[in-house]
């Protein structure tokens, strides 16, 4: 059973544009929330994190919305460049479990 | 500060063989967990361990195995190889004492089963 699922396996966007990257989520007890961004041959790196008492947190032109009542949070990367192409992995926490479930990823290509 | 390390980054073993991973934290970080990165699955979460215990494990078969050593280094092990074990395996490490931790991964260590 997927308890983090990431729908779509890959967007392109133009460079300059947003990218949204979506995630959804089917365990009501997680209540926090991450994006991590992996380039080939590394290992995956945090981008931005939220916690179930806020429905927004910004850090740059990074972006992440939670919506909790539709058990969904998206990233919004605002403007895309081409250094952002990567798989995106959003992941998800119970308080107190420290055990995190991570979605299947979304590959992201930028255009320039 | 030294990032995570992992190794070896790459190996190759046959059908039945057994291997040992290993992961060295973040200085200061107690908490490590194991992921298993496969094409479509995504990470799948193994282990983790804190301070030499492990808190936590997921849905994996007994041929599966970790430790932790008192300097937070930890091991994972893998018996009787099969073939559909062939995988990216990541290690993570995180303060681990407080309610949500970011983890930082390691670089991975490809494990290819002929």
Redesign the interface.
């Known amino acids: 059973d997927q308890q983090v699922k990431?729908n779509s396996p890959s967007l392109s966007v133009q460079e300059g544009r947003i990218s949204i990257l979506n995630c959804d989520y089917t365990n009501s007890m997680f209540d926090?929330f991450?994006w991590?961004k992996k380039y080939p041959?590394?290992?995956?790196?945090?981008l931005i994190?939220i916690?179930s008492i806020k429905d927004k947190n910004e850090d740059g032109r990074f972006t992440v919305f939670l919506n909790k009542s539709a058990k969904h949070l998206s990233l919004h990367i605002v403007p895309s460049q081409p250094g952002d192409s990567a798989v995106y992995?959003c992941?998800a926490?119970a308080?107190?479990?420290?055990?995190?479930?991570?979605?299947?990823?979304t590959r992201l290509k930028v255009l320039a | 500060k030294a990032g995570?390390t992992q190794t070896p980054r790459y190996l190759i073993k046959t059908r039945g063989q057994q291997v040992t991973l290993s992961c060295s934290p973040i200085s200061g970080h107690r908490?490590v967990?194991w992921?298993q990165q496969t094409p479509?699955?995504?990470?799948?979460?193994l282990f983790?361990y804190?301070s030499e215990t492990q808190?936590?494990k997921g849905n994996f078969p007994g041929r599966f195995s970790g430790r932790q050593f008192s300097n937070s280094r930890s091991e994972m092990n893998v018996s009787t190889l099969e073939l559909g074990d062939s995988a990216l395996y990541?290690c993570?490490s995180s303060l681990?004492h407080r309610?949500?931790?970011?983890?930082?991964?390691?670089?991975?260590t490809r494990l290819t089963v002929l």
Do not use: D, M, W
């Open positions: 990431q926090y991450l991590y041959a590394e290992g995956p790196t945090f994190s916690s992995f992941a926490s308080g107190g479990t420290y055990k995190y479930i991570f979605g299947t990823g | 995570v908490s967990s992921y479509g699955q995504g990470l799948q979460f983790e804190f808190r936590n990541l993570a681990g309610e949500y931790n970011e983890q930082f991964f390691g670089p991975g």
